[in-house]
């Protein structure tokens, strides 16, 4: 506009200074974000190849903790542990182990928020969160610890699928699961698994497992099928989709025993849908798993307790069968509670992840003698608003909804949303220092690929707000300080505009990151009404779309982008966050949304590294420009991890491709004989027989 001014001379540039001045003031102009504060105390990985991690290799001997011997093979109740293993067991190199090689016994105490539903994550159920999950079921690859991995050399880790194969035209994957493995039941670990996992879970549109993997998260048209016991094989419409293999890891491909599951799936059996879901409640024992640990006790708001698994099929260079840790136990409590707990010993783990814990725990894990040491990750912790973009019936809104939704689509009104936001005041509020970052929304500052100069941010100024809000045509009309939706809007017509915003009452952050957006909102004349929602609710409700906006703590994709890379953008009915398929089972893609789709699909099948940067660039200008989500704030977490516990990786994010939960390799942390304490509550034994009420067995 202002080229266009000055072309009109001497009396158009009177006019045009001031009116450039009255524009310039209410005008939206993006520009770069500015830098994040320098964060000093972020540790660094040292960084090796998977290579120098792993293998899979038979070694000539095998060992496994004393009593098992005694108390369990030697009376004929377990076979020798040479039995119990994979033809090629996983083996963790002790080059790579920060301590070494391990010495077995002890127990991590977790404290979570969440609250079991049960053990079917293959139907959705929630294990509470917090680890529970991520040390139960493991994945056909993994990528946790892909923090370690140097950036040249980065790929998913083989994990149940030990290896694959790329056809010559990259549209066949013949991927090879690891021989010989065994559930914690001591049954076969095989590609039926791996079968019924895809056919009647993730392709029966009936369930929907747990971290929302659909058929489309591994492409359209994509087909699975099994070659042999050890081999199934993927067919793919893009030619070399790689990023798939990423999505195979957690939340996306981790396979539950069909030996246990399928009498319990209605195609076969007389059971609804229902039935199947909740099939194996938190109160079944000793559920089958391929992870280090079973679940052997559960205690209804008090405590899950997990003992070692005899089958676990990975050893380190000295045949010693993992885990060190004979037991994990999770507290079922707050998010809050962990930091504390952590912070005073009385647990050993946590996320530090809230930020209004940050100064508290800081101090008290300043003290040498305190009992948890405290390291800090990189800034990859990300609040964001999220609106709901479907105008075509997502979530089945009554006419005020439709309205916000038409609103959300329109570029103006979100130009005004985003110009309404003093991240700066918003971050401090939270904590203040060098912690918080503003953050525009999309990549992260300070991941792998994003461009500073391909990031659009448009700064705090209301004045430019309350004129976008116009533009986008809604004026106060009955002079209550809210502006109302136009006369003309079907069902409410100049009623005030009241948004609804979603956010998780676990989370201190959430809640604070709320009020602050509603107090915001106000000063511009929107009333956005808060809509907290707790437990094991809230992922059900993000996913029905029952929703205006939600703060959302943004997931690993705008981290790393490689991991779940199809959910950056509608690739497919539901894939994105906050724009999924309508009534008619389609996505009503914006037209800039179209770019982006066509952006990530093409990332997708793309090889060559300085191309995928080029695309990365694109992806993030245009969701940057067009506000297609709302970023707020970005910090770093901290581990916090009891100072008795030997292996911790250097470095380890709390979230990057996953949750330290994974990023640890937890099936390797031990702790040294002298600092062993007698926190185990079932030790010395053993997994039972699964079963409702059945429990650890001593031999
Ligand atoms: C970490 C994580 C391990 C889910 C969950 C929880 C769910 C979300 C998210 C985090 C918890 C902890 O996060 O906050 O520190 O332990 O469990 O799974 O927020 O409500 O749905 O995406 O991972």
Redesign the pocket.
């Known amino acids: 506009m202002s080229k266009h001014l000055l072309k009109l001379g001497g009396a158009g540039l009177l006019i045009s200074v001031s009116a450039m001045a009255a524009l310039a003031a209410d005008t939206v102009a993006g520009k770069a974000p500015p830098d994040p504060p320098k964060f000093e105390a972020q540790q660094t990985p040292k960084f090796v190849t998977i290579g120098d991690i792993m293998e899979y290799k038979a070694l000539a001997a095998y060992h496994e903790p004393d009593w098992v011997t005694q108390q369990f093979v030697a009376t004929g109740k377990l076979p020798p542990v040479k039995d119990r293993l994979p033809k090629e067991p996983l083996v963790y190199k002790t080059s790579n182990m920060p301590d070494g090689v391990g010495v077995y016994g002890d127990v991590m105490r977790h404290v979570?928020?969440?609250r079991p539903q049960g053990w079917n994550y293959a139907a959705g159920q929630?294990q509470g969160?917090?680890?529970?999950?991520?040390g139960m079921f493991e994945c056909l690859t993994r990528t946790g610890p892909l923090f370690e991995i140097k950036a040249s050399a980065l790929e998913p880790m083989p994990n149940l699928a030990k290896s694959w194969d790329w056809s010559p035209d990259g549209h066949v994957l013949t991927m090879h699961l690891i021989e010989g493995a065994k559930w914690s039941d001591g049954q076969p670990f095989t590609a039926d698994d791996v079968m019924f996992y895809w056919d009647d879970n993730i392709k029966d549109p009936n369930v929907k497992p747990l971290?929302s993997a659909g058929p489309d998260s591994f492409g359209v048209g994509t087909t699975l099928e099994k070659v042999d016991d050890y081999t199934v094989k993927w067919t793919f419409k893009e030619a070399f989709p790689k990023q798939y293999l990423y999505t195979m890891a957690y939340?996306g491909f981790c396979p539950l025993p069909a030996h246990i599951l399928k009498s319990q799936h209605p195609k076969y059996s007389k059971n609804t849908y229902d039935q199947y879901q909740n099939a194996f409640p938190p109160n079944f024992m000793d559920f089958p798993v391929m992870g280090a640990w079973v679940p052997v006790e559960y205690r209804p708001d008090d405590i899950i307790v997990m003992r070692r698994n005899p089958y676990y099929w990975k050893v380190d260079e000295k045949g010693n069968q993992l885990p060190y840790l004979d037991e994990m136990t999770y507290k079922l409590s707050t998010?809050a509670d962990?930091d504390v707990q952590a912070v005073a010993g009385t647990g050993d783990f946590?996320?530090l992840?809230q930020a209004e814990s940050y100064v508290e725990a800081l101090k008290r894990s300043a003290d040498p003698s305190a009992p948890a040491r405290l390291a800090f990750g990189a800034r990859t912790i990300g609040y964001s608003i999220y609106l709901n973009l479907s105008g075509n019936g997502w979530g089945e809104p009554d006419a005020r909804a439709e309205a916000v939704r038409n609103l959300n689509r329109n570029l103006d009104f979100r130009l005004a949303v985003t110009s309404a936001l003093d991240r700066q005041h918003l971050g401090e509020s939270l904590v203040k220092g060098p912690f918080t970052a503003i953050y525009p929304g999309g990549l992260y500052a300070g991941t792998a690929f994003y461009d500073k100069a391909s990031t659009v941010y448009y700064p705090f100024n209301v004045a430019v707000a309350k004129a976008e809000l116009a533009k986008a045509g809604l004026k106060d009309t009955d002079g209550n300080g809210i502006v109302n939706f136009p006369a003309d809007t079907p069902g409410v017509g100049g009623q005030d505009v009241s948004i609804t915003l979603l956010a998780?009452a676990?989370?201190q952050t959430d809640k604070s990151l709320a009020e602050g957006v509603i107090a915001s909102m106000e000063a511009i004349g929107l009333h956005v009404i808060e809509n907290l929602v707790g437990g094991t609710n809230?992922?059900g409700v993000?996913n029905s779309g029952k929703w205006d906006w939600q703060i959302f703590?943004n997931?690993s994709e705008l981290i790393s982008v490689v991991q779940n890379t199809a959910n950056l953008a509608p690739t497919g009915p539901q894939t994105s966050w906050f724009h999924r398929a309508g009534k008619d089972g389609t996505v009503d893609l914006l037209p800039f949304e179209k770019d982006l789709v066509d952006v990530i699909n093409k990332f997708i099948g793309e090889t060559d590294a300085g191309k995928r940067v080029d695309l990365m660039k694109k992806y993030q200008k245009i969701y940057t420009e067009n506000v297609y989500a709302v970023g707020l704030t970005q910090y770093p977490?901290a581990l916090i991890i009891n100072k008795r516990f030997a292996n911790i990786p250097a470095g380890a994010p709390?979230?990057m491709f996953?949750?330290?939960?994974d990023n640890i390799f937890r099936e390797r942390v031990f702790v040294p004989k002298d600092k062993q304490q007698n926190y185990e509550l079932h030790p010395k034994t053993l997994p039972g027989a699964p079963g409702l009420g059945n429990g650890p067995v001593s031999g």
Do not use: K, L, M
Not at 129 to 134: A, F, L, M, P, T
């Open positions: 979570i928020g969440g929630i969160w917090g680890g529970v999950d991520i971290n939340g998010w962990r946590s996320n992840e998780d676990d989370y809230i992922t993000q703590r997931q977490g709390i979230f996953n949750w330290a939960e």
